[in-house]
């Protein structure tokens, strides 16, 4: 098993740019999650996804978009990047929302100049 | 939305002790999960612990929910133990993380 895997695993953009991340999970998991961690700080939920067609907007939504069109795959889009989109994204995958731990990918280092 | 704090901040160890680690919340919480942040990058999952306490080796955790706290204790501490330790809770619509907390064992 592969886990949770993320595409790419670095990118820099320029302001105004847009690009897609890729998750990816081989666990046949209902619920996938999208977090992005800023230096010094914990993890915040940007979407988050309870099924194949379905996504729902966390704390920080603002500026992304998510789709979920097969269970296996959560892609993350930022159509128009800005400098404060800078941030390390992490996307994680679980069986449920409760009774059940999240797993984590290896993260995606991005940098908008 | 809930406050998760955590505490100590950061935490120096020498090899060979021991340390407890503490989340607070704010609101009542249906999930709550203890995560390691390995210096790489990579976050694992610890404990799934909405309450009561569970052990995994030399790492153990409790968590009192009607009190709304949690702590995960880490005993006879390893180089590799460092990095940082987060908790993070679902209160019934989304998962909120603590600010953790940076734990950096010398030998």
């Known amino acids: 098993n592969a886990g949770v895997t993320q595409t790419p695993k670095f990118r820099v953009l320029k302001t105004g740019q847009s690009m897609t991340l890729l998750c990816a999970q081989d666990?046949?998991?209902?619920?996938m999650y999208w977090y992005r961690q800023d230096p010094g700080m914990g993890l915040r939920l940007i979407h988050y996804s309870v099924g194949e067609g379905t996504t729902a907007k966390g704390e920080v939504p603002d500026g992304y978009n998510v789709s979920r069109l097969k269970k296996q795959n959560f892609l993350l889009g930022l159509e128009s990047a800005a400098p404060s989109q800078t941030s390390v994204y992490f996307c994680?995958?679980?069986?449920?929302?409760?009774?059940?731990?999240?797993?984590f990918g290896p993260g995606t280092r991005l940098t908008v100049t | 939305g809930i406050q998760v704090e955590q505490s100590p901040p950061d935490l120096i160890l020498q090899e060979g002790a021991n340390s407890t680690l503490r989340c607070n919340f704010s609101d009542s919480v249906n999930n709550l999960q203890w995560f390691h942040q390995n210096p790489w990058g990579q976050l694992i999952n610890l404990f799934y612990i909405p309450s009561g306490t569970k052990q995994n080796g030399r790492l153990s955790a409790t968590t009192v929910a009607t009190e709304r706290y949690s702590l995960l204790y880490i005993s006879s501490s390893q180089t590799t133990d460092s990095g940082v330790y987060f908790c993070a809770v679902f209160p019934g619509n989304q998962f909120y993380f603590g600010t953790g907390t940076s734990l950096t064992v010398i030998p």
């Open positions: 666990m046949n998991h209902e619920y």
């Open positions: 994680a995958s679980s069986y449920a929302l409760v009774g059940y731990e999240q797993y």
